[in-house]
């Protein structure tokens, strides 16, 4: 891929205006006689080279950040209710469909958690990986096919001349994922959104990937958004996280300090989730209690009935997202006390 | 794909062995001697008991179905003592007629229904897709005998346009083919629609849109492709009925198709005739079958995968 263009809009200083910026987004998922709020007036913003993971279990709203940024809400159902999506400066919510449609595939790509339902069985894996390029830049078919050999190679399909003209369920899962990788680079996106790229693979598929990923996002400078609730492929691979619990961002900061030092008691749960192989025989930690119903979710802090440093406060007055430290931000009444309890 | 085919060419082999086996035993258990039918209220018992001896009608069942089998493979049906000369020749001369009926009418049903169930799919619940869905039911519920009939009487009594019977010019094939589509319309919109829909559901639908193509191009390219296949698996198991139905109408259009002379032949008590058209519809049947898996390989290529 010697393309110049992302070569030189690489040498930016890199925190110099975001790539992406979410400011206040809240989504709602409609349905008969109920409303599910998804996400709650979230602001995120991510910068070229970086990667922003969003850490959350199911349900907490990191997919449908991801599919409200590639304009993919399910409709009818998925609104966005309030606040923007900037990309490059420009609001996407507003833009007209063919504007939004020329941004999509061209600088802003997806890939999703099961490779083989994301790809369409009845095309061949060539065709798809080569679809944007031949109806966007109106390539010819040789230059599509040689271009798009080009990118099996890069992600590492072996024998791709011939692997070009079969179907994806001839693939592997591993393989599959990096189909939809080479897809979702065709066009040399300046950012992309990996949904749990890994959920569905083997462990060592997984770490070959995410290899992968980075790799290729280093060679092009893209933002990169990767979506998990796996504490392990977040610690190994993001540059910052946002910790995402029902519909809210309760905590977000760099990697390493959020992961080593908490500021938000769901933060400190998960942390103490992750089973050590020094403690042999104890029981595996799990945060008591589920994650609340998003159609009629508790009053105040959203987490409180599961905290154990709840107190009437929490109950009654929803905390903001605030800075504690520079670049730190936590939505806790007590994230001090969290901090200094936690770094004893 | 090459064993699958053997597979189901054996396969058909025993179905139309079950089919003709029905054939002859439904024939022997209609009431009535056939000597006695054939010859008319006139005829004595020593008549009736000639015929039966140089029919093969008095020997024992099993004898008369070995000798039925045998001919069979020989694809001798015997002679049609109504219209004289051998059965099988009867039937292949209508042969064409009913094929053509069944095709015109099959053809009229994909080009009526396909588009109708894609303009349907577009808003589900909207506007269109219910007059569609009411419109279709409508015709699904009809009596096929009766639509022939009003269309006889709209289309050649009153207006004149249309020819009411018999065959030879495409003006003849319009009102049968039309009428035999009619009930099937119904069903094949609805398929259509509710294949779609279901598709458009699926992951790769979700790619495609990241991809940020035309939803008119992500519908035709990518999405129908899929939802044909359901739709042509049923279409396959609605070619007999299609067959079955063109029976009815043949006898309404004096369409002169296998189906008028089945009839005929079946009120006559000509067996030969009867099983050599029942042994055909049959093989019809299975071949038409078989074209379709192929056409569903040709669609899904996760069927063609056998070979490798």
Known sequence: ?344 | MASYLIRRFFYSLFVIWGAITIIFAVLRIIPGDPAAVMLGSNATPEQIHSLNESLGLNKPLFVQYGQFIVDVLRLDFGESFRLGGPALTHVLERLPFTITLAFTAILFAIIISFPLGIQAARKPNGAADRIISFVSLFGQSLPTFWVGIVLILIFSRVLGILPSAGAGSVAHLIMPAFTLCLPFIGMIVRLVRSGILEELRQGYVQTARSKGLKQNFILYIHVLRNALIPVVTVLGLLLGEFIGSAIIIEVVFSWPGIGRLLINSILYRDYAVVQAAIALIAGIYIILNLIVDILYGYIDPRIRVEES
């Open chain 1, 1 to 344: 891929m010697e393309t110049t263009t992302t070569a030189t809009e690489s040498n930016r200083p890199i925190k110099s205006e975001p790539l992406v910026e979410l400011r206040n987004l809240s989504l709602e998922f409609h349905s008969r006689n109920k409303i599910a709020k998804a996400v709650n007036r979230i602001c995120l913003e991510v910068y070229h080279g970086e990667t922003l993971a969003i850490l959350g279990e199911s349900g907490s709203g990191k997919s449908a950040t991801a599919l409200a940024i590639m304009g993919l809400l399910p409709k009818p159902g998925g609104v966005i209710s309030e606040g923007e999506i900037f990309f490059e400066g420009k609001e996407l919510v507003r833009l007209s469909e063919t504007e939004r449609r020329k941004l999509y595939g061209e600088k802003l790509s997806i890939i999703f958690q099961d490779p083989l339902s994301a790809l369409n069985p009845v095309l061949t894996v060539g065709y798809q990986i080569g679809e944007a390029l031949r109806k966007r830049k109106s390539l010819s078919k040789n230059e599509t096919k040689k271009r798009v050999i080009e990118l099996m190679k890069l992600v590492r399909i072996p024998d791709a001349e011939n692997r070009y003209k079969q179907y994806p369920y001839q693939f592997s899962g591993g393989m599959q994922q990096r189909v939809m990788i080479a897809l979702a680079l065709a066009m040399n996106p300046k950012l992309l959104i990996a949904d749990e790229p890994t959920t569905a693979l083997d462990v060592t598929v997984q770490a070959q990937i995410m290899r992968l990923l980075k790799e290729l996002q280093e060679r092009n400078q893209m933002g990169l958004i990767l979506i998990s609730h796996d504490l392990g492929v977040v610690a190994e691979n993001a540059d910052r996280v946002a910790v995402m619990y029902a519909g809210h961002i309760v905590e977000i900061g760099e990697v390493e300090t959020v992961f080593k030092n908490p500021a938000h008691p769901y933060t400190v749960g998960l942390m103490s989730s992750i089973p050590s192989a020094r403690q042999n025989g104890d029981r595996l930690q799990s945060i008591e209690g589920l994650p609340p119903n998003l159609a009629d979710p508790p009053t105040g802090c959203a987490f409180h009935p599961r905290c154990s440093m709840a107190t009437d406060l929490c109950r009654k007055k929803e905390p903001l997202l605030e800075e504690i430290a520079p670049g730190r931000k936590s939505a806790c009444h007590f994230a001090k006390e969290v901090l200094n309890h936690e770094s004893i």
